[in-house]
Structure formats: C-alpha cells, structure tokens
C-alpha cells in the first residue's frame, strides 16, 4: 500500500475523476488507515509500504503497480503519461521486496488488469488501460492460460473495477462491463453456482473492487443483498468508508497489491 | 476493390477474440477467408489466425484494421513477399503460392465442354520484368517463386 499524503485529483483519467467533489485529504488518510488497521486486525496481512511522492497523487492505487506472482513482478507501463513517472517507484519497491521485475513492451496496469482466478487461470482486461499484447507477456512468464476480456466501459477501465475473485472459485462480477463474448467467456470458465454478479448501482458503489484476505472481504459501503450473498457463501464482510478514493475512480482493490 | 492479409495472435480460442473478430468483419458485410490458423497445443499456450478480408476500398479496409487494432488485429501485407528457389524444374517449391482458373466449361455442341488449360496451376514467379504469373509446370530450376500470402494483394476477381 502506499499512504495517500499528496493524494488529489488534479488531472482526469477517468469519468470518476470529472466530478466536481473536491478531495478531503485528511478524510482521505483517516480512510485509507482504516483499510491498512481492517486488513491487518481482521485479516492478519502483513503490509509493506511504498513512500508516497509528492507530484504523484494515484500512487495511492497500488494495485496498478505490477502484476506478482511468485517471485517475479511484471511491472506496469501505464497508457496515460500522467501515471508514468510511478513506473521507476514502483519497480525500486518491488526490487526491495526482493522481486526480480520484468518491464513490458506495451501499456499495462498491473493487477488493475490481470486476476488470478483460483490460482490457476489469469483474467485480464484489454482495451480501456492494457493493450491485449501484454496478456501473451504473462502466460510465456508464469505459464499460466490467461483469459483475455474485452472492458467496453470507460467507468469500468480496469478489470478489477468489474470483476474480483475470490477463495473457493467464487468470482464477485458486474455483467454490464463486458460484452456478449466476455460473459460467455466468463460463463463458460466460472460455474453457475459460483457466480456473484451485481448491480449497475453496487457497481458505481466499487463492489467488485474488494480485497479478499483469508474469509474476509474487504470492500466500500456494501449494499445489505451483497454483503448477504458474500455471507451465505461463507465470507465475512468487512464493509468500509472509501469514498474519497472513489472521487479518482479506486477503492478497496486498487489501493492495495497482494504480494502473495 | 481491396484485400489485405490481417494476423492477431494470442489467447484467441478460449478468449473468443478470434470469433469476434470474424463476427465483426462478418457485421460489416465484408467477404474474407481463415487463412491460417495455429491453435496452441495447450490451453496456455498462444494461438495465431491469419484472415484474408476484401473490402469496396482502401479507406473501409484502414477503418476496418483500425476497428480490429484494439483485439491485437494487424495488417500483414506491408511485409515484404518471400520467395524460394525451386530445385527442379516444373515442380514449384513447397508453401508456394498457387492459382486456379474457376472450373471452365463451355457448352459447345449440345455437350459441357471443359476448356483446355483451365486445369493449369498458376505461380507467380520473379523474372526481368519483375513478379509474373507462370504455370507451375514452366518453371525452370532456379526460378524464384512467391511462397505464402506475405506481401500479396489480390483483386476482386479472386475472392472466395
């Protein structure tokens, strides 16, 4: 994670970030401490920190800064210059962590794009931030099969604005980002009973934006139906305050990047 | 009329890229032909489709690569056409790229006649002039001939 001292919004990569609202910084730092205490009390995650850097206000979204598995990091190259100068921050922290960190050809934004689903099978999104060349770089390097999803949505840019899986093959999705292709696709790898889809409203609410450690799901404001269905299917849900991040488009998922 | 040989690569099958794709030059009321297609042999393993596509004009064939370009769909004709040196004459190389007549007939006296000729197998092949279209069984040894779809634009009358 990374602290959000210079977090603002100041430049619009995004239709979130049009909003009038401005940013309420120490509301915003009260908010992201919450996420770091939950997920570390309820949880048991450990937490490694990136230094913010003033000048760079979406550091805060971790979550783009590479794509891990084992011990190597694909890092992000991000379509929009504004998030470039990250790239050099990012890769000195994952170097530190001790991640042998590979540079890809083309725009991707880390695991803002690509999923690990069930430890076995990547879900990626393509058109809106990764350009779908930079899937073949994660299957040559983890050898893993990666399922290439098409996101239409400019509100839906990264896939895991859209699409969270989580422990025991359950995949938390909204339908309306994807075309008649994508949700085939998704049909066709995810069973029937293991598919959580939600509403147009939860998803502007960033319910697919969750973060999921041991049982518990760590998500923005759940609606009383998901948090229910996330319970049924034996998660614990931890609903929090991320209002702010939303203002730039992030929550729960995009401020933090699971390591391992 | 034009053609052009695009290529996308990658997670094409299970992905259904490749079947959005063709969905999508289908829409556009567009003729075209798989060219090739390279399935991986296993499920993380890349596949490569080529697809030869004819459109009215040149700017409804840009339209379309740029419509396509987001799913990986580049254009392959830019490249430079190869060509291979036959080893014995009247036998064109292998992967050589080949021509027929549609099936020729004539009804001449009451009866379908077939043309003489309309069986010959066409090569294009490098001479002084330059690319040139020649029956296999002419080829003389050490004649260079076009080997796969690179480099290859064809006209209306060749579509499928």
């Given at each position: 994670m990374s602290s959000p001292d210079y977090f603002e919004v100041f430049y619009a990569i995004n239709p979130w970030m049009k909003g009038d609202a401005p940013v309420d910084r120490g509301l915003a730092m009260e908010q992201w401490q919450n996420l770091k205490t939950a997920l570390k009390r309820r949880a048991g995650a450990q937490v490694s920190l990136?230094?913010?850097?003033?000048?760079?206000?979406?550091l805060v979204f971790t979550a783009n800064a590479a794509f891990v598995h084992g011990d190597r990091a694909i890092l992000a190259h991000f379509k929009n210059a504004e998030r470039r100068p990250e790239e050099p921050h990012f890769r000195a922290s994952l170097e530190a962590l001790g991640y042998t960190v590979i540079e890809p050809p083309v725009p991707f934004e880390g695991a803002g794009d690509a999923l690990i689903y069930e430890g076995r099978l990547v879900l990626a999104?393509?058109?809106?931030?990764?350009e779908v060349s930079a899937h073949q770089l994660i299957s040559r390097t983890f050898d893993l099969p990666v399922l290439s999803l098409e996101l239409h949505s400019e509100h839906f840019y990264h896939v895991d604005t859209c699409l969270c899986p989580l422990e025991g093959g359950h995949?938390?999705?909204?339908p309306g980002a994807f075309d008649?292709?994508?949700?085939k696709v998704i049909e066709a790898n995810v069973p029937e009973e293991k598919r959580l889809t939600v509403t147009g409203q939860e998803a502007r609410n960033f319910a697919c934006n969750a973060v999921q450690v041991g049982r518990c799901v760590f998500l923005n404001q759940p609606s009383a139906r998901l948090s229910e269905a996330l319970k049924r299917r034996g998660f614990e849900v931890v609903g929090l305050d991320l209002s702010e991040f939303l203002k730039a488009g992030g929550s729960a998922k995009c401020l933090t990047l699971r390591l391992n | 009329m034009t053609s052009a040989l695009l290529e996308l690569h990658g997670h094409l099958i299970d992905s259904l890229i490749l079947a959005k794709v063709i969905d999508r030059i289908q829409l556009s009321g567009y003729n075209y032909v798989l060219a090739d297609l390279r399935v991986g042999a296993r499920k993380h393993d890349l596949s490569t489709a080529q697809i030869q596509v004819w459109t009215p004009s040149s700017e409804d064939l840009e339209a379309l690569i740029q419509e396509l370009k987001v799913h990986g769909v580049h254009l392959v004709a830019n490249e430079e056409a190869e060509f291979a040196t036959v080893v014995q004459a009247g036998l064109a190389p292998e992967a050589a790229y080949t021509r027929h007549l549609p099936s020729t007939e004539v009804l001449y006296k009451g009866q379908w006649t077939e043309v003489m000729g309309s069986k010959v197998q066409w090569v294009i092949a490098l001479r002084s002039a330059g690319p040139e279209l020649v029956r296999a069984s002419e080829l003389l040894e050490g004649d260079r001939v076009l080997i796969g779809q690179r480099g290859l634009r064809t006209g209306a009358d060749q579509q499928p």
């Open positions: 990136v230094k913010p850097v003033p000048g760079l206000p979406d999104g393509y058109r809106q931030r990764t995949l938390l999705y909204y008649e292709y994508g949700l | -």
